[in-house]
């Protein structure tokens, strides 16, 4: 099971927790696993043709997936998966 | 019009009327030829007003105009709410010698905070969330401010939460005007943007487009814009807690800014992070003009007015906000592969 980091604007989706384990061997598979737990949250990541938003970066142990195997990109046990907004709000 | 008194460390001025410089000062700028000014401060405001060409053919009949925000020394419209909130607190004693002006931001508050504190000797500790962009952290230091960063998943919230910590933890060290709480920030509009609107349109202004952040463009652009004519004025905000519109603040789920005043605004248009990141795509391309995310949301919903005008078949004359350059958001290339956004 991964940890996944959740940013406060999501947390709505999880109940309030920062933190939730999923189970999934890449990112693909793992962002269908936490929308099956938490269901409403892969839309705010993904848009229609299931690729990550524009605005939104996934980490898995600190690397940005755009510069891995992006959705491909293999999740071990234990790895640390970041959904992180592009920005912060507020000027 | 005259929107800044002189600079310096504990000299009175400007609570109540910006605009009222000390007769000698005025006497001096009056005589100085053009272009020459005593700080670089005497630079921020009376920015240009830049007619959408490109934009308005999606609306034919309605004008579309834009602030150039980003002619401001420090880049952006925050020069504006920095300046006056420094030289507000100054003139009150809040600010005194030996202490530091501590607040949190983004990015543009604490460049402008970076450089009007270097102009006028106010040394400056930022709070930021970690993923703001790197050359926004880099600007800031290159004026001599100190930075402290704060969690990325906690966004914005999360810097004045912390900010709000450094400041209980050492007191009397920090002055922290709290931009989101302090009149200082409207006020800078109700007395420069929209009377600089009303004067560079000579009153034919008919709606005022703005996006939200601390809220204090829209507020007091409004405020003024409302006293000075039949203007509407209308908010943008992103249209989802999870967005990717830079400055910008999705109210319904945030704290909301005690100087943010529902009444205020005559509508609020709900603007997806795509729509915004296009528009600004467009505006380099076809106005030459290349600014930030939130300035594409700003012209983005100028231009959903524009249409619902148009579309009514009436005329109307637009006003928005070109908050900053576009070059304050490169992204990393390739192969710069730990950086931090």
């Given at each position: 099971?991964?940890?996944?980091?959740i940013?406060?604007p999501?947390r709505k989706f999880t109940?309030?927790k920062?933190?939730?384990?999923?189970v999934?061997?890449n990112v693909?598979e793992?962002?269908a696993?936490?929308?099956a737990a938490?269901?409403?949250?892969?839309?705010?990541i993904?848009?229609?043709?299931?690729a990550?938003?524009r605005?939104?970066n996934?980490?898995?142990a600190?690397?940005?997936?755009?510069?891995l195997?992006?959705l491909?990109t293999?999740?071990k046990?234990?790895d640390?998966v970041?959904?992180v907004?592009?920005?912060a709000?507020g000027r | 019009?005259n929107?800044h008194?002189?600079?310096?460390?504990?000299?009175?001025?400007h609570?109540?009327?910006?605009?009222?410089?000390?007769?000698?000062?005025?006497l001096?700028r009056a005589?100085?030829?053009?272009?020459?000014?005593?700080?670089?401060v005497?630079l921020i405001?009376?920015?240009?007003l830049?007619r959408?060409r490109?934009?308005?053919a999606?609306?034919?009949?309605v004008?579309?105009w834009?602030?150039?925000e980003?002619?401001?020394?420090?880049?952006s419209?925050k020069?504006?709410?920095a300046?006056?909130?420094i030289?507000?607190?100054?003139?009150?004693?809040?600010l005194?010698?030996?202490?530091?002006l501590?607040d949190?931001t983004?990015?543009?508050?604490g460049?402008?905070?970076s450089m009007v504190?270097?102009a006028?000797?106010?040394?400056?500790?930022?709070v930021?969330?970690?993923?703001?962009s790197?050359?926004?952290?880099?600007v800031s230091r290159a004026?001599g401010?100190?930075?402290?960063?704060?969690?990325?998943?906690e966004?914005?919230d999360?810097?004045i939460?912390?900010?709000r910590?450094?400041?209980?933890?050492?007191?009397g060290?920090?002055?922290y005007?709290?931009?989101y709480?302090?009149?200082?920030?409207?006020l800078?509009?109700y007395?420069g943007t929209?009377?600089e609107?009303w004067a560079q349109t000579?009153?034919?202004?008919?709606?005022?487009?703005?996006?939200v952040?601390?809220?204090?463009?829209i507020i007091?652009t409004?405020r003024?814009?409302h006293e000075?004519?039949?203007?509407?004025?209308?908010a943008v905000?992103?249209?989802d807690a999870m967005?990717?519109l830079?400055?910008?603040k999705?109210i319904?789920?945030?704290i909301?800014?005690?100087i943010y005043?529902?009444t205020?605004?005559?509508e609020?248009?709900w603007?997806?992070t795509?729509?915004?990141w296009?528009?600004?795509?467009?505006?380099?391309k076809h106005?030459?003009l290349?600014?930030?995310?939130s300035?594409?949301?700003?012209?983005?919903?100028a231009l959903r007015i524009?249409?619902?005008l148009?579309?009514?078949?009436?005329?109307?004359?637009v006003?928005t906000?070109?908050?900053d350059r576009?070059?304050r958001y490169?992204a990393?290339l390739?192969w710069?592969k730990?950086?931090?956004?």
């Amino acid at each position: 099971m991964a940890t996944v980091r959740i940013p406060t604007p999501l947390r709505k989706f999880t109940q309030g927790k920062d933190e939730v384990s999923i189970v999934g061997t890449n990112v693909r598979e793992l962002l269908a696993n936490l929308e099956a737990a938490h269901p409403g949250i892969r839309e705010k990541i993904c848009d229609e043709g299931g690729a990550v938003r524009r605005f939104v970066n996934v980490f898995v142990a600190d690397e940005d997936i755009r510069f891995l195997d992006n959705l491909d990109t293999a999740v071990k046990d234990a790895d640390e998966v970041s959904i992180v907004p592009a920005i912060a709000g507020g000027r | 019009m005259n929107l800044h008194g002189p600079p310096g460390l504990g000299r009175p001025a400007h609570v109540i009327d910006p605009a009222a410089a000390p007769a000698g000062v005025a006497l001096a700028r009056a005589q100085a030829p053009q272009g020459r000014m005593e700080s670089i401060v005497d630079l921020i405001g009376n920015t240009p007003l830049v007619r959408l060409r490109a934009i308005e053919a999606d609306c034919l009949g309605v004008e579309l105009w834009a602030k150039c925000e980003f002619s401001n020394p420090g880049g952006s419209v925050k020069d504006r709410a920095a300046l006056r909130i420094i030289r507000d607190a100054l003139a009150r004693g809040d600010l005194k010698a030996g202490m530091r002006l501590i607040d949190s931001t983004s990015g543009n508050t604490g460049i402008a905070y970076s450089m009007v504190g270097a102009a006028l000797g106010v040394p400056i500790t930022l709070v930021l969330p970690e993923n703001v962009s790197a050359p926004r952290k880099q600007v800031s230091r290159a004026f001599g401010t100190e930075l402290v960063f704060s969690d990325p998943m906690e966004g914005s919230d999360g810097a004045i939460v912390h900010a709000r910590r450094v400041v209980d933890e050492n007191p009397g060290i920090y002055y922290y005007p709290n931009q989101y709480a302090n009149d200082s920030n409207w006020l800078a509009h109700y007395h420069g943007t929209g009377p600089e609107i009303w004067a560079q349109t000579q009153g034919r202004v008919t709606h005022f487009v703005t996006g939200v952040g601390t809220s204090g463009t829209i507020i007091g652009t409004a405020r003024r814009l409302h006293e000075l004519g039949d203007v509407q004025c209308i908010a943008v905000q992103p249209d989802d807690a999870m967005h990717g519109l830079e400055g910008l603040k999705h109210i319904p789920s945030s704290i909301v800014p005690p100087i943010y005043d529902e009444t205020v605004p005559d509508e609020t248009l709900w603007m997806p992070t795509e729509e915004g990141w296009d528009m600004a795509e467009r505006l380099a391309k076809h106005e030459a003009l290349f600014v930030g995310h939130s300035a594409g949301a700003n012209v983005a919903g100028a231009l959903r007015i524009g249409k619902r005008l148009a579309s009514a078949g009436q005329t109307g004359v637009v006003v928005t906000v070109l908050c900053d350059r576009g070059d304050r958001y490169f992204a990393p290339l390739r192969w710069e592969k730990h950086y931090v956004w």
